[in-house]
């Protein structure tokens, strides 16, 4: 908005404007206050034979680990994953039509603090076949197994902050989704009981407050 103008003469008649503008700013999440986390997609070992196999399990271990750090509420979870479809929606606000408010959300992304990077060493099914002389019956016994190496690494030094070496073996029908959800969940634990110990907030009478929450926590 015009609030005043004059021609100036001793500056060769150029004219000098005062105005009122509103400048748009876009407010950051509060959470980005918090230590910033990212969780990359598994390498797999050179050594894994079922590699299609080892990739399902990758893929399950990182999604459920991500899910686990985000419900704790003690980061601020990046995604690196689905950049393209990002990519896109910012292209959209720049489109004709959209309010040039929404202009204030471009240049915002953020780098990270830690990455999560890990390799799949071991993902198999293994089935057996037992027959029993007494009865002429066979018996089938399967073994779903899963080894998974991972590190936090801190991103401006290069600093192995954590890692650990986590492996499970299951007899039965089990499913290598749920295997790899089960490891991710108590890898999940790991990792905040290393950086961020539980804490006893407060106690008042029979009620105890602690510091971390989401699905982490179980009664």
Known sequence: RLLDAQQM??????????????????????????????????????????????????????????????QSRRFAMLDREFLEEQGAELDFITSEGVTTGELARLGNRVGTDYIVVGEVETASIETTKREMQTTNQTLTFTKTSGRVMFRIIDVATTQVKFSDTVSMSVSGNAVIGDLARTLANRSGETILNAIFPIRVVAIDGNRMTLGQGGTTVQE
């Open 9 to 70: 003469p001793d500056l060769q008649n150029l004219w000098v404007v005062n105005l009122e503008a509103k400048i748009i700013q876009f407010k950051q999440s509060g959470q980005l206050k918090r230590l910033r986390l990212i969780v990359f997609p598994l390498r797999v070992g050179p050594d894994v034979r079922d590699r299609k196999l080892a990739r399902q399990f990758g893929r399950a271990f990182a999604g459920a680990l991500q899910d686990h750090l985000t």
